[in-house]
């Protein structure tokens, strides 16, 4: 990627022209000549003149020519300068922050509110949305309970502290009536309360092993079913919305391209890389084109923040798309959900 410190070099004119030529491109989605932006006579110079300022752009590494007698596109580094100094910010209208918070509080529990959240980043961006769900084993317990179904069979459903609610089957060696249940659903949460998952099937097979001789058939039970009831989710889940979105753009005409992405999605697991290097750090990040394997494979961009229950970020959110994205509408939607979100989950725990 081009030195960014020589965009301290560029004149206002510079800055100006190369604005223009981005915003022709995100609007039109063909490569942009020096006569479509003369055109607009609002910079005072010919056709000649602003290509001649093309051209030093195009050597600065912000602009590039698809082809010799074609106009030029952004690159990833011009992408960013606009991102970071020249596009003009907006907030996102009232209507549409009233919409995402409404959509939101119509669940009144976390699984409800994240695919909320991840419907909500595709609907209204006419790209993917995608959220990164934390493991469960890095989770902190809340609360368990263990609910007989039919003979050995036991579901068992955990609440952590951030509001997440996970369930799963497991089976028994033999039939356990319910107040033996009840007891190890207690003992787990009085017990274990505030430590993740993880560490809790730690301690209990430790505690196994070191007092085997004397533990009592409470314990037994205990083990066995945080064995198979905790015993998952030790990567984080990704959920994604609206590919079928993307089919619409014009930058996936070729059919080749289209299998490349829908392979990628299939894989996740550079998403989730980049996802988790979010969680990481703070405020909304850009990947685009060549700032990632993955985004330059496609030439698309991932733009994402974390959310957070109070000062604990528990996960990340974005929308992915074409490199050619609306991004002064794009940065503040996810902006406005991941805070959104944040709060919705907030109420969530306090509930």
Not at 11 to 22: F, T, W
Not at 217 to 231: D, F
Request: proline share 4%; glycine share 8%; net charge negative.
């Amino acid at each position: 990627m081009p030195d960014r410190q020589s965009h301290r070099t560029l004149s206002p004119r510079d800055h100006d022209i190369l604005r223009d030529v981005i915003y022709t491109y995100i609007l039109r989605g063909e490569p942009v000549s020096s006569r479509s932006v003369a055109k607009g006579d609002r910079h005072g110079l010919s056709s000649a003149s602003i290509r001649n300022v093309m051209a030093d752009l195009e050597e600065a590494g912000l602009l590039r020519q698809p082809h010799t007698s074609a106009g030029r596109v952004p690159t990833a580094a011009g992408y960013h300068l606009y991102i970071e100094t020249l596009m003009q910010q907006r907030a996102l209208p009232s209507k549409e922050r009233r919409y995402i918070a409404d959509q939101l509080e119509a669940s009144d529990h976390a699984a409800g509110r994240l695919e909320a959240a991840t419907q909500l980043l595709s609907e209204l961006s006419h790209q993917v949305g995608v959220v990164l769900i934390p493991a469960l084993g890095d989770t902190v317990l809340k609360a368990v309970d263990f609910v007989p179904v039919s003979g050995r069979k036991v579901l068992c459903v955990v609440v952590s502290t951030s509001g997440f609610v996970d369930s799963k089957l497991v089976e028994l060696d033999e039939p356990v009536g319910r107040d033996e249940l009840v007891r190890a659903g207690n003992y787990l949460t009085e017990s274990f309360g505030g430590m993740t998952m993880r560490d809790i099937r730690e301690r209990l097979l430790k505690l196994m092993e070191h007092e085997r001789a004397q533990v009592d058939q409470l314990l037994r039970l205990v083990v066995n079913l945080a064995r198979q009831g905790l015993g998952d989710g030790d990567a984080p889940e990704l959920r994604l919305e609206g590919a079928t979105e993307l089919l619409q753009q014009p930058e996936l005409a070729d059919v080749a391209r289209v299998r490349r992405l829908f392979d990628a999605f299939s894989e996740k697991v550079r998403l989730v890389t980049l996802l988790n290097q979010c969680v990481e750090g703070a405020g909304v990040r850009a990947w685009i084109g060549d700032d990632s394997e993955l985004t330059s494979e496609l030439d698309f961009s991932l733009i994402a923040s974390p959310y957070r229950i109070g000062d604990k970020v528990i996960g990340s959110l974005g929308i992915m798309g074409p490199s050619r994205m609306a991004y002064e509408r794009v940065i503040p939607l996810v902006e406005f959900l991941a805070t959104t979100l944040s709060d919705a989950l907030a109420k969530t725990f306090e509930g």
